[in-house]
C-alpha cells in the first residue's frame, strides 16, 4: 500500500475535517533546452507551483518504454533534507514516488518535488503523464493539486549550418550569417560563426549557401527529442463540492473548467455533461477518496470523505426576503441589485422572479453553492405594492430536490 495513502486514511476514520486550502500546481519540466540524441540522457524535474502548508507528496509518472528507459531518480529539495523518503518503484512504464517530512510544513510555495532521468531510445512523441498525485499537509490531510503533463515530441537536431536553429536550411540563416560579416563584436547570435574559427566572414556564407534545403537530401539531418511542458489551454476551476468536503455516497458532483475541456476520464464513477462543466455521479465507496480528473494534456485529484447515502431535501435557511413578507422595500432591492434566497448546503438548480400572475419580472437567476442570486435587469425594478413570487427547482448533491415558492409583497413607495 502507498505510503502517503495510508496516513492519510487512518487519519480519516479518526475525524475528516473540512478544510480550504490553496490549488497547487504540480508539472514536468527541464532545464534542457535542446533537442536530445538517442542514446543521451533526458533530465526531467516534477516542480509545484502555488503551494500552501505541504508537507509530503505521492505521484506515479507514467513514460512510453518504446520512447524512454528510466535509469534514475528520487526526492528533490523542495521538503527538508531529512524528509522520509523510499526509493522509487518502477515498473515497465511508472515510477511511483514519494516523501514526506510528518509534522513540519514548507513554508516555499514553489520548487522542485522529485528528479528523474531517463536514457532516449528512440525519437518518438511521448507523453510524461503525471497520475494519482497526492499533496498531504502536517494533519495527513489532502490539498487541492492541478497536474500537468510533459509532452516529449521527436524533433531534428539542429545541424551548424541551421543558424536560427528552425529544422530548415534556407535564406533565412544566409540573412543571419551575411548581416554579421566581418563584425568586430561577437555576434548577437553566436551561431552565425558556422565553422567556429572565431569570425563571420564568407567561409561561413559559403557553408550555409551549401547546404540550403539540407532536409530534402540524401544525408537526412540527426533527430532527437525535446520535452514541451502542457499548455492546454483548458483549465480546472472549482468543483461543487468542493475537494476536501464530506460527500454522500449516492451523491455527484459538478466540476467546472475555464473552457470545454472535451473528452473527461474519472477513476471512479462516470462522467455526464458537456460543454464547461461535468457531472460525475457514483455510487462512490465508503471511506477516504482520492478522484483523479484527467482531461487532453492535465489532471486534477480530489478528495472527499464519503459518508451513508443522504436522504435529506435541502432546505431554505435565510435570504433578503422571506415567505409571505409584506412592507418589502422596493426601492432598497433595486439599489443593491440583488435578490438572495441562502439554502443550507450547495445545490444546484434554476431560480426565477415572476409576477404574482406568473409573468418573468426580467431579472437573472442563478444558483451557485449554496445560494439562489436573481440579479436586476435595468429597466426591470420591482414595483411598489406588488406581489412577487419566488420560483425554482433545486437538488443537492444526492439529488434530493426542493421546489421553491417564496411570495412577498413590497410596499407602496414614499
Not at 561561413?204 to 533527430?223: C, H, I
Request: cysteine-free; overall charge negative; aromatic content about 6%.
Amino acid at each position: 500500500m502507498k505510503l502517503l495513502f495510508s496516513i492519510t486514511t487512518v487519519f480519516m476514520f479518526l475525524g475528516f475535517t473540512v478544510g480550504s486550502y490553496g490549488q497547487a500546481l504540480v508539472y514536468v519540466s527541464s532545464t534542457q533546452t535542446e533537442s536530445i540524441a538517442v542514446g543521451e540522457q533526458m533530465h526531467l524535474n516534477i516542480q509545484i507551483v502555488g503551494a500552501k502548508n505541504v508537507s509530503g507528496y505521492e505521484l506515479t509518472v507514467g513514460f512510453d518504454p518504446i520512447a524512454l528507459r528510466y535509469i534514475e531518480g528520487g526526492n528533490a529539495d523542495y521538503l527538508p533534507a531529512d524528509a522520509f523518503t523510499i526509493p522509487p518503484i518502477v515498473t515497465e512504464n511508472t515510477v511511483y514516488m514519494t516523501a514526506t517530512s510528518g509534522a513540519e510544513v514548507v513554508p516555499a510555495s514553489e520548487g522542485t518535488l522529485a528528479t528523474l532521468t531517463f536514457e532516449v531510445i528512440a525519437a518518438k512523441d511521448s507523453t510524461i503523464k503525471l497520475m494519482d498525485v497526492i499533496l498531504s499537509d502536517s494533519a495527513a490531510m489532502p490539498l487541492a493539486v492541478t497536474a500537468r503533463n510533459g509532452h516529449i515530441v521527436a524533433t531534428e537536431l539542429p545541424t551548424d549550418w541551421d543558424v536560427n536553429e528552425d529544422g530548415k536550411v534556407n535564406i533565412l540563416d544566409l540573412t543571419l550569417v551575411a548581416s554579421n560579416l566581418n563584425a568586430e563584436d561577437i555576434p548577437a547570435n553566436p551561431r552565425a560563426d558556422v565553422n567556429k574559427d572565431g569570425k563571420v566572414n564568407i567561409l561561413d556564407l559559403v557553408l550555409v549557401a551549401q547546404n540550403l534545403d539540407a532536409a530534402d537530401k540524401e544525408d537526412k539531418p540527426e533527430v532527437g527529442v525535446r520535452l514541451v511542458v502542457g499548455t492546454r489551454n483548458v483549465a480546472f476551476v472549482f468543483a461543487i463540492p468542493p475537494s476536501g468536503s464530506r460527500l454522500s455516497a449516492n451523491a455527484s458532483i459538478v466540476i467546472h473548467f475555464d473552457s470545454d475541456p472535451g473528452n473527461v476520464t474519472v477513476s471512479v464513477g462516470s462522467v455526464s455533461g458537456a460543454g464547461t462543466s461535468r457531472t460525475i455521479a457514483g455510487p462512490f465507496p465508503l471511506g477516504f477518496l482520492s478522484l483523479s480528473v484527467e482531461w487532453d494534456g492535465d489532471s486534477q485529484t480530489l478528495a472527499y470523505a464519503i459518508v451513508t447515502p443522504d436522504a435529506v431535501t435541502p432546505r431554505v435557511i435565510g435570504g433578503t426576503v422571506k415567505d409571505a413578507d409584506s412592507d418589502v422595500d422596493p426601492e432598497a432591492i433595486n439599489h443593491r441589485g440583488i435578490i438572495e434566497i441562502v439554502f443550507n448546503e450547495a445545490v444546484v438548480g434554476s431560480i426565477e422572479l415572476q409576477t404574482e400572475g406568473g409573468a418573468d419580472a426580467g431579472w437573472i437567476g442563478k444558483v451557485e453553492g449554496n445560494k439562489g442570486i436573481l440579479e436586476l435587469v435595468k429597466g426591470k425594478e420591482i414595483r411598489g405594492n406588488t406581489i412577487y413570487v419566488i420560483k425554482g427547482k433545486v437538488a443537492d448533491a444526492a439529488g434530493n430536490e426542493l421546489t421553491i415558492s417564496i411570495i412577498f409583497a413590497t410596499k407602496a413607495k414614499a
